[in-house]
């Protein structure tokens, strides 16, 4: 067999006692035929996986057998348990006589930690658009975990934009073998690979990882939840998540805790939408309620899309339907259940923004009930925006940034630390990366601190 680890490895999910090892296997990583995923013939494959707490993967190793079945693309999800909390831990795999490049991965902290907890938030990476410079950076850092909030992939045909092309089948992926093949392409970056492999990841979706804009079930027609099945089926095959896709749906909504810091609420804004509701009943009864009784500092929400109103001066519409200010009504229901130390992170803008969430946003004296950090992209494009006008029109939005990059944050007992880390180009590769601004939380208000705005 040719190496079959070219889509790199990947953990995820961390607990404070496992995490899952991810690889995908794909001889031919950009192959275009249906029935050849990845250039792999339609057989299981076996696969060992193993795990230690060094390098040389001579400490407490473990290891386990998993099959890597034609009809999960050739994916591994191995669930390792058993392990110890807030400790580092590194694993490979192997298939027939090759062997995976070495990840390192992380479990969470034991629930009684104290220890703050070292995250980075990234979204938005239109492979077309650039290079994953900031991939490289963020892999540097090694944080505790990275969350995605969406758009790992653009369902898109080829942007008129080019950067890098996308290779075999650049039309709008609507079949399983193309969504398939999409993830192939952007996990065949070796930048985005290093990130995989530096730290475990907690994803969650917007629309192009199905069709952009989609809400729930879409029209209802067959077709479309057809599509949508294959799109959510694809997502789990290249993703080191826990929970497989179960009748065309995909649980997604989930929260991953550390310590008595941080409780992150992972969110699901697409799958249960319709014109009434962003979450659904069910993960919204589910927000609420864990919102109230969760016993830690931090409350924070990972979740796509722009939750604070923003009023976009200029010709209607003037708010973004698609974002939160298409359901206000749910958006007051969380935030008026009032708890502190409320933390939202979001992205889909492709700029960088900060800001308060207000009781009332119409009345800035009303009071501050929590803040947001909405991440800009690794590559996307951004809109059109004349960001200091938009600022002038939120006076609880407190900062603006147009480059490409991805939020650096560290939650402690304290205090919650957010850095935007931002590179001037990514049209080519080689961008350094710099921290643009800091915000510091103690609780309700945001204070900016070595800000260096251009
Ligand atoms: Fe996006």
Redesign the pocket.
């Known amino acids: 067999m040719a190496n079959p680890f070219t889509l790199g490895v990947a953990s995820g999910e961390p607990l404070p006692d496992g995490v899952v090892l991810w690889t995908r296997l794909a001889v031919d990583p950009l192959g275009t035929d249906p029935r050849r995923p990845g250039g792999m013939a339609p057989k299981a494959v076996e696969v060992s996986w193993q795990l230690a707490e060094d390098e040389r993967f001579t400490q407490g190793l473990r290891r386990g057998i998993a099959q890597a079945l034609p009809v999960w693309a050739h994916s591994v999800h191995a669930r390792v348990a058993g392990l110890k909390p807030g400790t580092d831990y590194f694993y490979r795999f192997k298939a027939g006589s090759q062997q995976s490049p070495v990840g390192r991965t992380r479990t969470a902290d034991d629930p009684a930690s104290t220890r703050p907890v070292r995250f980075a938030v990234a ?2 990476q ?1 492979y077309e658009h650039g290079f994953y410079t900031a991939y490289r950076h963020l892999a540097a850092e090694r944080p505790d975990v990275v969350f995605h909030v ?2 790992y992939i ?1 369902e898109s045909r080829q942007s008129a934009r080019v950067v890098r092309a996308l290779g075999p089948l650049p039309g709008e992926t609507s079949r399983l073998h193309e969504y398939r093949q999409r993830y192939a392409r952007y996990r065949t970056d070796p930048d985005l690979q290093a990130a995989h492999a530096a730290a475990p990841w907690v994803p969650t979706w ?1 629309d ?1 990882e199905v069709l952009d804009n989609y809400r729930g079930r879409g029209d209802g027609s067959a077709a479309f939840l057809r599509r949508r099945g294959a799109a959510y089926q694809a997502y789990y095959e290249n993703q080191p998540i826990r929970v497989r896709p179960e009748d065309g749906n995909l649980q997604m909504y989930r929260r991953r805790t550390f310590g008595t810091v941080a409780d992150f609420m992972v969110l699901d804004v697409r799958q249960y939408r319709d014109a009434t509701t962003m979450l659904g009943a069910a993960q919204e009864q589910w927000l609420l309620s864990r919102l109230v009784t969760s016993p830690v500092r931090w409350r924070v929400l990972v979740q796509p899309l722009f939750f604070a109103r923003r009023f976009v001066p200029g010709p209607a519409p003037n708010l973004r339907p698609d974002s939160w200010d298409g359901h206000p009504v749910q958006r007051a229901r969380i935030l008026g259940v009032n708890v502190p130390g409320l933390v939202v992170f979001s ?2 803008v ?1 700029n960088a923004w900060a800001g308060e969430l207000k009781a009332d946003f119409l009345d800035p004296g009303s009071a501050t009930v929590g803040v947001e950090f909405v991440g800009s ?1 690794i590559t ?1 494009q951004p809109p059109e925006t004349d960001g200091p006008a938009v600022l002038a029109a939120n006076p609880h939005l407190k900062f603006f940034d147009d480059r490409r990059g991805y939020l650096s944050c560290t939650a402690g007992p304290e205090e919650l630390r957010v850095a935007f880390r931002a590179m001037d180009f990514v049209d080519r590769q080689g961008a350094p990366v710099r921290t643009v601004a800091e915000f510091v939380t103690k609780g309700n208000g945001l204070t900016s601190e070595n800000a260096s705005s251009k």
Request: net charge negative; with cysteine; aromatic share 8%.
């Open positions: 979204n938005c239109r969406g758009d653009y917007d192009h992205g889909d492709h992209s996307s």
